[in-house]
DNA sequence: ACCTGAACACCGTTCAAGT
DNA sequence: ACCTGAACACCGTTCAAGT
């Protein structure tokens, strides 16, 4: 119902923070055994509460998914601006230092960022949260396009455009690999560091300014 | 080519095919409702058949959804055939045609999508026939990163990472427009033509020979 | 050979009752 | 204010029994 971003301590009760425990549990469990796993009994048991105290915390699963997903959105936009702000080389290695960090949270969560794809707009309109957590992904790479406008090294146009072509090229490509679609190419790190590559050089010819 | 799997012809009883039936009636379910709402029963009620017997066709409920998911793949296939194949215009036509063609798929088939490529790997286990539908879609962009290679319009190099490429950018601009995460860009069919174009123009930029 | 109906374990959700 | 335990409807799965 409120923003939860910042570092609250509600008053321990019998349990600290269930909220955030049962969130954390969940993560657990999703990543662990994967979404048809993910159950609200389980999460309770997990957090050593009776299966009834999550609805003090979530109307309903889909609520307390949208809590998870949530929290995924928040940290992979915390992975990327790590990954762009922090780096003063060459436009090109901050690309590849975006896509590693975008592919790395996909491999690190698979099962989170299939979450955090399937059914979005459902999710959305009954929670504000999650839109709010799409939207600051959202925003950094529309900024780093912008950039790259600015210093007449992409292409003009559309900077919302252009940012999705890069979202959706590392996305897609970030799903390829975690499926196993990429065959050979990605089965060792060094062919997936390879593939990022080949991803960045493509996309950086094909934003380029001409 | 609609070559749809080996076709067995079990002769009907009660209810015809009742496998091909409670394959259709759950592609309908999952469309329809998600696959939150996807249960077995429910299935089993549109094909009008009793709760147990989907389980003398399938083994479990994880059989059943990568049956669906076969399918999924082989259409998608014969979707791709189609928009690259019947066409002689110049090659990025054809690749806009493919595009198209690919996020059109995702448009109409959200959650059959969403399945499709979501926990892959453990499917592909338990079931040669996911493998194999895969491979299938797989091979088709690997053959066109080959034929432009041909013609000296790809850039040189393994032809596997090239595809992935391009299968990449395809399929993570359709996640991005069916979770409405392209915002403005792409709420009418009008901007999702043009997002279209951006992508093919990026790509054929980026794969481009030197 | 193919399907049914009862049965079982377990889940999501609710609610009166406890501390 | 926060959590528990019983209760309910419903699902996935199994299996003996029907046609």
């Known amino acids: 119902m409120k923003s939860e971003r910042k570092e609250k301590r509600p008053k321990a009760y019998h349990h600290g ?13 999703l990543e662990q055994s994967g979404v048809a796993a993910l159950e609200l009994r389980e999460v309770a048991r997990r957090a050593g509460v009776s299966h009834a105290a999550p609805y003090r915390h979530f109307a309903n699963k889909g609520a307390f998914l949208a809590a998870l ?5 928040y940290r992979l936009a915390e992975q990327i601006e790590e990954a762009v702000g922090s780096v003063f080389n060459k436009p090109e290695v901050r690309l590849q230092k975006l896509a590693s960090a975008y592919v790395h949270f996909a491999q690190a969560n698979p099962w989170l960022m299939r979450e955090m794809f399937s059914g979005l707009t459902i999710k959305k309109e009954s929670s504000l949260g999650v839109h709010d957590a799409t939207q600051a992904v959202s925003k950094l790479f529309i900024t780093i396009v912008e950039e790259g406008q600015s210093k007449g090294l992409v292409r003009s146009g559309n900077s919302g455009e252009l940012a999705s072509v890069i979202w959706a090229l590392l996305h897609g490509m970030s799903i390829l690999i975690i499926e196993n679609q990429t065959q050979s190419y990605t089965s060792k790190a060094a062919g997936v560091e390879r593939m990022i590559r080949t991803c960045t050089q493509v996309l950086y010819e094909g934003l380029s300014h001409r």
């Open 17 to 29: 923070d269930l909220r955030r425990t049962l969130i954390e549990a969940g993560l657990e469990v």
């Open 69 to 73: 997903i949530e929290v995924g959105f």
